[in-house]
């Protein structure tokens, strides 16, 4: 996944977002200025995930609740 990001954010998202995702058999996509090279350093990320089975809505609702806490911009 090429998004653009300092190590450090990318290694918050790993573990805020995508592990998790991954661990229910999700494919996460990437789209916007960050993957096309157009964003500003403030430029949030667009994620968008694909998944066989459905992804349970409290793991989405923790996984926003956790980026909201984050200390990810």
């Known amino acids: 996944m090429k998004c653009r990001i300092s190590s450090e954010h990318f290694q ?4 805020l ?3 998790p995702l991954w661990r229910e058999g999700a494919k996460v996509y ?3 200025s960050r993957s096309q090279g157009t964003h500003h350093p403030y430029s949030d990320v667009d994620l968008i995930f694909k998944s066989e089975k459905e992804v349970p809505q409290i793991l989405i609702s923790k996984i926003k609740e956790d980026i ?3 200390s990810f911009p």
């Open 12 to 15: 918050i998202l790993q573990n």
């Open 17 to 19: 977002v995508l592990k």
């Open 30 to 32: 990437i789209f916007g």
């Open 68 to 70: 909201e806490e984050s």
